[in-house]
C-alpha cells in the first residue's frame, strides 16, 4: 500500500490528470470513461496525475505528483497507493438498482477462449 513505497512523497489534494494507456477497444473506452468520470476536472497548473495502463485486461493504477526540474524534465514521484484491477462486471444504473440493474457485460473466465481473447485493448 501507500506506505511500503519507498521515498514516498506527501499526497496532493488537488484533482489529478489522468492518463490512459491500452483502453481502444470498445469495451476499454466504455471502462476508460466509467473511471474518467470517478474523477472532477482538474485545473491546468496541477501536479498530480493517475495512470490507469491496461495490459493483458488487467488494470494497473498508478499515483504520482511532479514537478519540472528545467526546461524538458520532469521528476515523477510515486505518491501511492498502486493497485491491479480486473473488470469483473458491468451493470447498468446505479448501487441502489444492484439487484433489478441489467448487467451491460460480465467476464466468462472458463470459456475454451477465455484465456487468448484481450477485451480493453485491440492489440
Same mark, same amino acid.
Given at each position: 500500500?501507500?506506505?511500503?513505497?519507498?521515498?514516498?512523497?506527501?499526497? *496532493?489534494?488537488?484533482?489529478?490528470?489522468?492518463?490512459?494507456?491500452?483502453?481502444? *477497444? !470498445?469495451?476499454?473506452? !466504455?471502462?476508460?470513461?466509467?473511471?474518467?468520470?470517478?474523477?472532477?476536472?482538474?485545473?491546468?497548473? *496541477?501536479?498530480?496525475?493517475?495512470?490507469?495502463?491496461?495490459?493483458?485486461?488487467?488494470?494497473s493504477f498508478r499515483h504520482h505528483t511532479y514537478k519540472k526540474t528545467d526546461q524538458k524534465n520532469i521528476e515523477l514521484t510515486e505518491v501511492g497507493p498502486r493497485f491491479e484491477m480486473k473488470l469483473y462486471e458491468i451493470r447498468l444504473g446505479t448501487i441502489d438498482q444492484a439487484a433489478a440493474a441489467d448487467t451491460e457485460w460480465v467476464a466468462r473466465p472458463y470459456m475454451n477462449t477465455a484465456k487468448k481473447r484481450k477485451y480493453l485493448s485491440t492489440e
Amino acid at each position: 500500500m501507500r506506505h511500503d513505497i519507498p521515498k514516498i512523497g506527501n499526497m *496532493s489534494e488537488v484533482y489529478p490528470h489522468l492518463v490512459f494507456h491500452q483502453f481502444n *477497444s !470498445r469495451l476499454g473506452e !466504455r471502462v476508460k470513461n466509467i473511471l474518467k468520470y470517478l474523477f472532477p476536472v482538474p485545473k491546468e497548473d *496541477s501536479k498530480r496525475v493517475m495512470t490507469f495502463v491496461n495490459q493483458d485486461d488487467v488494470i494497473s493504477f498508478r499515483h504520482h505528483t511532479y514537478k519540472k526540474t528545467d526546461q524538458k524534465n520532469i521528476e515523477l514521484t510515486e505518491v501511492g497507493p498502486r493497485f491491479e484491477m480486473k473488470l469483473y462486471e458491468i451493470r447498468l444504473g446505479t448501487i441502489d438498482q444492484a439487484a433489478a440493474a441489467d448487467t451491460e457485460w460480465v467476464a466468462r473466465p472458463y470459456m475454451n477462449t477465455a484465456k487468448k481473447r484481450k477485451y480493453l485493448s485491440t492489440e
